[in-house]
């Protein structure tokens, strides 16, 4: 049976916080904050499979503006 304690949720919680403030600390410091040129500088470099661009397009889709 799945057992989750209110620790192990707020453990989770804090680890993503700090996920999420590292990424945007590496974004502004090496992208100036353009999550567009960080993606371009990777995909110079890299080829997608078709998978991976099927993910970004269906999050680019769900988040957009």
Not at 5 to 23: C, F, P
Request: glycine fraction near 4%.
């Amino acid at each position: 049976s799945l057992h989750i304690t209110y620790k192990q949720l707020n453990d989770n919680a804090v680890h993503d916080g700090i996920i999420r403030q590292e990424s945007n600390s590496f974004l502004k410091r090496y992208y100036n904050g353009n999550l567009s040129s960080m993606l371009a500088s990777y995909l110079e470099d890299d080829k997608l499979s078709s998978t991976e661009i099927d993910n970004l397009r269906h999050l680019l889709s769900k988040h957009q503006k």
